[in-house]
């Protein structure tokens, strides 16, 4: 057994060390950082109830610990979970998770199998016919390290401490990425899909559908292609979902009017300021909010988070349509709109990054060649180790330095990298 296979199996241990110290938690210590009465996880058991029995105050704040933020059709996701009780359904759901990252960890591998069949002129030495090859051979060592790396990072721990549901996340977009690579009507079909109940888990990943769209804008000669065919197949899912979702709000418009409030009002459940609200999220537009916030200046929420959304997905959009590299575009396309997500939105979390992760490595073992790629594979280890580290730091100075900005920093960086990398690969 060679040193990455000996880190592999060190990660998977590791994995399973970060579920049992959860289940200590949760089970047997009644404390206040993390008891069966305060976690995210019930707000999921919860929600799996109340779709059955209360249905029009699903997005109600005052009926959960934390507030339900998600689309309607995702809260039958955790019924069965929640029909066997807050302690029942919560050791299931953390098993299901556990299983569902080796699923991931396989998609991966998929995805750059895929990838590589068709790009045979691309540089690529993996030996990538079966998985077991994975293990066998030394060209392979770099998927692998990156797939142990993936599930030894520290927001695993922190998703399963929590009981979030960023793991059938990431399962969603990957399992999306991988149908639409492989072409044809059927697969572009069952990657909207998948992308669709990513959205219905996580809203804000709506960002990601115009990097879906088969759009390329040659700067040299001024043309525009647009494939609308292809466009309609990949937004089929998608939207049939979204409206599906819709129904549901406009038979109950409260459910609709809770849903904005919850999700664009910027408000968090348990801020740590008195009259400013102060709380551990590093997305930009937190901090920018909190900052007003301390000067005495009242801007819409939405409207700032508005703003500073395109400041950041306009230039990469247009770097991403002018690029050159069609072969990948996609992949990295889903890389750029969910680090953009990372970046703007009001709520980001450690354990989030478990949707970035996937992305983020299939950015670095394709692009060997990339000249930042070495600046790119310091800011993923810095996110994988000190990120709770960063958590730490901010809880233990936030009265006097209010901002959580080292996370921030990092994916401004990664940003910056990614800009770079379609910068150098336009018309």
């Known amino acids: 057994m060679n040193k990455t296979q000996t880190f592999l199996f060190i990660a998977i241990f590791a994995n399973t060390i970060y579920l049992l110290i959860t289940f ?29 029995e209360d249905l029009p105050d699903l997005y109600d704040p005052s009926l959960y610990l934390f507030p339900f933020r998600y689309f309607p059709l995702s809260a039958y996701f955790f019924i069965p979970f929640s029909l066997l009780g807050l302690k029942g359904g919560y050791f299931a759901f953390q098993i299901f998770n556990f299983f569902l990252n080796f699923i991931n960890m396989y998609l991966i591998f998929k995805i750059v199998q ?18 077991r090859q994975i293990f066998s051979h030394s060209e392979n060592e770099s998927i692998l390290h990156q797939n142990a790396v993936y599930l030894i990072m520290a927001a695993q721990f922190m998703n399963y401490f929590l009981g979030q549901i960023n793991i059938l996340v990431t399962f969603f977009t990957l399992a999306s990425v991988f149908y639409f690579l492989k072409g044809g009507t059927k697969n572009d079909l069952l990657g909207g899909f998948f992308l669709g109940f990513g959205i219905l888990f996580k ?149 989030h990054l478990i949707v970035l992760a996937p992305f983020l490595i299939l950015f670095i073992i394709l692009n060997k060649d990339f000249e930042r790629i070495n600046a790119v ?43 770079m990398y379609f910068r150098n690969k336009h018309h």
Not at 114 to 131: E, G
């Open 24 to 52: 200590i938690f949760f089970y047997f210590l009644d404390n206040p950082v993390m008891s069966f009465e305060n976690n995210d996880y019930k707000t999921f058991h919860d929600a799996g109830l109340i779709i059955l």
């Open 114 to 131: 895929i990838y590589k069949n068709i790009n045979p002129k691309i540089d690529l030495r993996y030996k990538l016919d079966s998985p």
């Open 203 to 351: 809203p804000t990943l709506i960002l990601i559908l115009p990097f879906i769209i088969p759009l390329t804008y040659n700067r040299n000669n001024k043309k525009l292609l647009f494939g609308l065919n292809q466009t309609i197949l990949r937004f089929c899912g998608t939207i049939v979902l979204l409206v599906i979702s819709g129904i549901f709000f406009l038979i109950y418009p409260k459910m609709l009017t809770d849903f904005i409030e919850v999700n664009f009002a910027g408000k968090y459940t348990s801020n740590l300021g008195d009259d400013v609200g102060i709380n551990p999220s590093f997305s930009l537009t937190r901090i920018v909010l909190t900052f007003f916030g301390l000067i005495g200046l009242n801007f819409s929420n939405f409207l700032v988070f508005i703003a500073i959304m395109f400041l950041f997905w306009l230039p990469m959009y247009f770097l991403y349509i002018s690029s050159s590299d069609q072969s990948n575009r996609l992949i990295f396309g889903y890389f750029a709109g969910i680090l953009i997500i990372s970046i703007v939105y009001f709520d980001t979390w450690p354990h």
């Open 377 to 419: 594979k310091s800011i993923h280890y810095l996110l994988v180790t000190i990120i709770l580290g960063f958590w730490l730091l901010f809880y233990l100075t936030y009265k006097i330095f209010p901002f959580n900005i080292g996370g921030l920093v990092l994916l401004i960086l990664l940003y910056y990298n990614v800009l």
